[in-house]
């Protein structure tokens, strides 16, 4: 398929497995990158994680490995440790996701992978940054959710510590690694100058999960928890309505001032009247529109609260996403034929006016690619 995104020409030799990595990488081939999935002889693990059209081909693993090309080479041998390093002379991004004392031991951190191409951007997946204690400690999504506060944060919301339903720390981190690298390489085209990235998922969870929640925390001395107390709110839920659910945020003062105007609730007044006043006591605002929202339907109140501007939405499931019209407005989903037949594909979530991304193909095959990429090599 022809690469028409803003990296058209740049090619990534791609050593990570599971989700993090791939997800980055993903991105990378959607905005024109060739990348170039190494795999193992047994193929990454996400082939056998979830339903599929055939084995080794997984949805989940369809998803983040789409639009690239899979060569197979054993890196426990000489061979293909010699073909991973012609690789590597001739590309712009090398990235992987093993510890860093495996990569070392196979002879690829990033000294030596520098000493073949000095002008590499190479990009470090890790559960935990190696200059920390943890850096050798296995890290899945699970984990590190629980080590960046988020079950303690469900506990507040249900009572109950919980994981939230989506691998946030492995999308979250790739989404970092796609602008590291990103970043790395508009460095680089300035200068001409090759770097080391490092993205790891505990920090730049903790990041993500601090954004709002450090608030008092962050001062000297500490003026409070770290805390976000709307976001934790018990309350904080959509809103059941005469035959089902919405979600609204009746939030600044001008949205409150219009929804009082037109539903007039007995509750409301002064004690409720500023964004300040209603942020002291928001449990309790969300328990008291709760009631309200009780009185009409879900259509009512949708038509009503668009019709003042107030941000609400109804309550849908993943499959309905497939048939949304507003995504099928903007051409998100992209059907890309395949071997097994025609994938849809979610698509890219962004818009370039000159160069715009594409889902870059059906994912591969274990070592579809391995002789043609041989061969590219010979020519070279």
Request: with cysteine; glycine share 8%.
């Amino acid at each position: 398929m022809e690469h028409t995104g803003p990296l058209t020409g740049v090619r990534v030799v791609d050593l990570t497995a599971m989700v993090m990595g791939p997800y980055c990488t993903q991105i990378l081939a959607d905005m024109g990158a060739d990348v170039i999935k190494i795999e193992p002889p047994a193929g990454d693990n996400t082939r056998h994680i979830s339903v599929g059209p055939e084995p080794g081909m997984s949805g989940v693993f369809v998803n983040v490995n789409r639009g690239k090309r899979s060569a197979v080479l054993d890196l426990r041998s000489e061979d293909g440790k010699e073909t991973l390093r012609g690789l590597i002379r001739g590309c712009d991004v090398f990235i992987h996701s093993m510890r860093a004392r495996a990569i070392a031991e196979l002879g690829f951190a990033y000294d030596e992978v520098a000493a073949v191409n000095p002008s590499v951007v190479y990009t470090n997946c890790y559960g935990y940054g190696r200059r920390g204690r943890d850096a050798d400690l296995t890290a899945y999504d699970d984990t590190i959710q629980a080590e960046c506060g988020l079950p303690s944060v469900q506990r507040q919301l249900t009572g109950e510590p919980g994981y939230v339903g989506t691998i946030m720390a492995d999308k979250v981190a790739g989404l970092t690694a796609v602008y590291a690298t990103a970043m790395a390489l508009f460095h680089r085209e300035r200068t001409g100058e090759g770097q080391e990235v490092e993205v790891a998922m505990f920090e730049t969870m903790a990041s993500f999960m601090l954004v709002e929640h450090a608030n008092g925390a962050m001062f000297s001395p500490p003026l409070g928890p770290a805390v976000y107390p709307r976001a934790v709110a018990p309350n904080r839920r959509p809103y059941r309505t005469k035959d089902g659910l919405v979600a609204a945020l009746v939030y600044n003062d001008k949205q409150w001032t219009a929804f009082v105007d037109a539903v007039r609730p007995a509750w409301a007044g002064e004690h409720f009247a500023t964004l300040e006043l209603r942020a002291r006591r928001i449990d309790t605002v969300y328990a008291l529109l709760a009631e309200t929202f009780l009185e009409r339907t879900t259509k009512d109140w949708l038509d009503l609260l668009r019709s003042l501007d107030i941000p609400a939405a109804p309550v849908r499931t993943l499959d309905e996403l497939f048939d949304n019209p507003h995504l099928n407005d903007v051409g998100f989903f992209e059907t890309v034929d395949s071997p097994n037949g025609p994938v849809r594909f979610p698509g890219i979530p962004t818009w370039f006016s000159r160069t715009p991304g594409r889902v870059a193909g059906p994912a591969p095959g274990l070592g579809a690619h391995t002789e043609e990429i041989a061969a590219e090599m010979e020519q070279r």
